[in-house]
């Protein structure tokens, strides 16, 4: 999904704290536009694959392995 109409908002609400005094506003909103692009950006990649090669068994909620039961 796309993201950058949030990009869009900040610039606005930023340029118009700029614009009308507001300097701790623009200051903040300057930071939180930095933040939100490295969060829109990492939340667009694909996540992290495992280099290890090597399987791990799966583990139920409470820590105890998964164990296939017997249909019978």
């Known amino acids: 999904m796309n993201n950058n109409w949030i990009m869009d908002v900040l610039d606005d609400l930023r340029q118009f704290a700029g614009k009308n005094?507001?300097?701790?506003i623009h200051e903040k909103l300057e930071e939180?536009?930095?933040?939100?692009a490295e969060e829109l950006a990492?939340?667009?990649?694909?996540?992290a694959r495992r280099t290890t090669g090597h399987a791990t068994p799966s583990r139920a909620?409470?820590?105890?392995?998964?164990?296939?039961?017997?249909?019978?």
């Open 21 to 24: 005094g507001y300097v701790k």
């Open 42 to 47: 990492q939340a667009a990649r694909p996540p």
């Open 61 to 72: 909620v409470s820590g105890q392995s998964r164990r296939c039961q017997d249909p019978s």
């Open 32 to 36: 939180l536009s930095e933040v939100a």
